[in-house]
């Protein structure tokens, strides 16, 4: 007799939908599918759409037997007290018990993390951080969030807040985030924020941003992250020192990362990460000079092994962590 293949539930809201699927213990998806979510709606509402994509999955693979689910929501939250505080993209929870209730509605088990802790997480069971002790997992993408990974748990923190790496200030003086703080590594290094480094530079680049602005369809505004990737594998010298500029500000970061936490592996997720992983020489290079581990080199820069479907498997090894379940 062969042993029941393990399979566990992984639940990833987002402000537009809710992802729901199973994850085997090899880390992949198996199953999976996904709802609308009404992140404007009311809290029940929000709540039936995590319902919903639970039922799916239940009706679709009824041989499966679940008995707890993982679920990544944006935070801020509390993931010790189960409850999702008061999230920007999902207005409809504030102060919300969600594992309470969805233990409630569904009968299971709940752990409830944020989508980095999460993809870090996945990351060190199944990814490109496996075998290392002490991972830090940073998503760059819309914003950047990170994960802190030691011995296979999560950091929280005292209070859950722990690893909002994205929002260390690397500037003072530089442009205000959109946290309240001036100078974030998100608000200088996110997919948005080389979208903007790209049209400040058009204003004066003249005959030079010509490429960048034909991709952009003629119109500065239409400029993203991937267009001025695009322009810089075509050669275009403009582009390329938007990214170089990106890079350097990505090693001042890492500096003080690797000068705090001393990782032993550093894991780039997210819609901007294969980007940026074309800076990783460039990285390594400069690492000396913002940091005073002397052997900040050592440490690997490699990218995740999940990209756009990091919610799922993310929300699924919350599940594979012993004693990281909390009974209904």
Excluded at 74 to 100: E, F, K, M, Q, T
Excluded at 121 to 146: C, H, M, N
């Amino acid at each position: 007799m062969f042993a029941a293949e393990i399979l566990h539930l992984g639940v990833d809201v987002g402000g537009t939908k809710v992802a729901a699927g199973l994850v085997n213990s090899s880390g992949e998806i198996v199953f999976r599918t996904r709802v609308p979510m009404n992140a404007r709606g009311t809290a029940s509402q929000g709540l039936a759409a995590v319902q919903l994509a639970i039922d799916q999955v239940r009706a679709a693979r009824p041989d499966v037997t679940l008995d707890r689910v993982g679920i990544t929501s944006p935070g801020p939250l509390d993931p010790d007290a189960g409850i999702v505080l008061n999230p920007p993209n999902v207005p409809c929870w504030s102060n919300y018990p969600l594992v309470r209730e969805v233990q409630r509605v569904c009968g299971l088990r709940v752990v409830l993390d944020n989508d980095a802790n999460a993809a870090g997480l996945a990351e060190f069971l199944w990814g490109a951080a496996r075998g290392y002790r002490y991972v830090f997992y940073a998503t760059l993408g819309t914003g950047i969030g990170t994960g802190i990974i030691l011995d296979g748990h999560v950091f929280h923190g005292r209070t859950g807040a722990a690893a909002e790496g994205g929002h260390m200030t690397i500037d003072y003086r530089g442009p205000r985030c959109g946290c309240g703080k001036h100078g974030c590594i998100e608000v200088l290094a996110s997919g948005p924020a080389i979208a903007k480094r790209a049209r400040d530079k058009l204003v004066e680049a003249g005959a030079r941003g010509a490429r960048l602005l034909t991709l952009a369809g003629g119109a500065a505004e239409n400029l993203t992250a991937e267009i001025v990737g695009a322009s810089w594998r075509e050669g275009d010298a403009l582009a390329g020192g938007i990214l170089g500029e990106t890079w350097d500000l990505l090693a001042i970061w890492l500096g003080n990362v690797i000068d705090l936490l001393d990782p032993d592996v550093i894991v780039f997720g997210g819609g901007v990460a294969e980007l940026a992983s074309h800076g990783f020489d460039r990285i390594r290079a400069t690492l000396p000079r913002w940091a005073i581990n002397p052997r900040c080199g050592e440490i690997p820069l490699l990218l995740a092994r999940y990209g756009a479907d990091a919610g799922i498997p993310g929300a699924a090894a919350l599940c594979f962590v012993p004693g990281a379940s909390r009974e209904p």
